[in-house]
């Protein structure tokens, strides 16, 4: 049974929440996934926010694993510009170093010392930490 049309010949609720769901999921996917930008929205201020979401992402699985940006050096930021433009965060920064590090690893582009960032994540963690240590120890 169709729900009856709304007083005043106006749009059903219904049909305009399912109208803005899809446009928020078409937004989304531009943002954090590479996607096409949605009609209605500006395509630059799209790309320019999308980039500032891969930005920051990078920045904090710099932080979370510190070894991996330094070892790459110059080539992190595009290599995870690469990595991230594609593929939305999954689940939290940790889990988002590791995938990174997968990627890495699947093209061949991960260094043999790194290779402890591909245990699970309930193992990585004190691998980071470890890290971490180790540079404050040696600062001092």
Do not use: N
Not at 58 to 72: H, Q
Request: charged share 25%; no cysteine.
């Amino acid at each position: 049974m169709a729900a009856d049309p709304p007083p005043g010949g106006g749009v059903h609720p219904d049909a305009a929440r399912e109208r803005l769901a899809r446009a928020q999921a078409e937004l989304l996917h531009a943002l954090v996934a590479g996607g096409p930008v949605p009609e209605g929205f500006d395509p630059v201020r799209v790309r320019v926010q999308a980039a500032v979401l891969v930005a920051k992402r990078r920045s904090v699985v710099a932080r979370l694993f510190p070894d991996l940006a330094i070892t790459l050096g110059d080539q992190y930021a595009a290599r995870f510009g690469e990595y991230a433009r594609a593929r939305p965060k999954p689940g939290g920064a940790r889990a988002d170093g590791l995938a990174f590090a997968r990627y890495l690893d699947e093209r061949g582009l991960l260094p043999d010392h790194l290779r402890g960032l591909l245990t699970p994540p309930s193992l990585a963690w004190p691998y980071a930490l470890a890290a971490r240590l180790r540079r404050r120890r040696a600062r001092r």
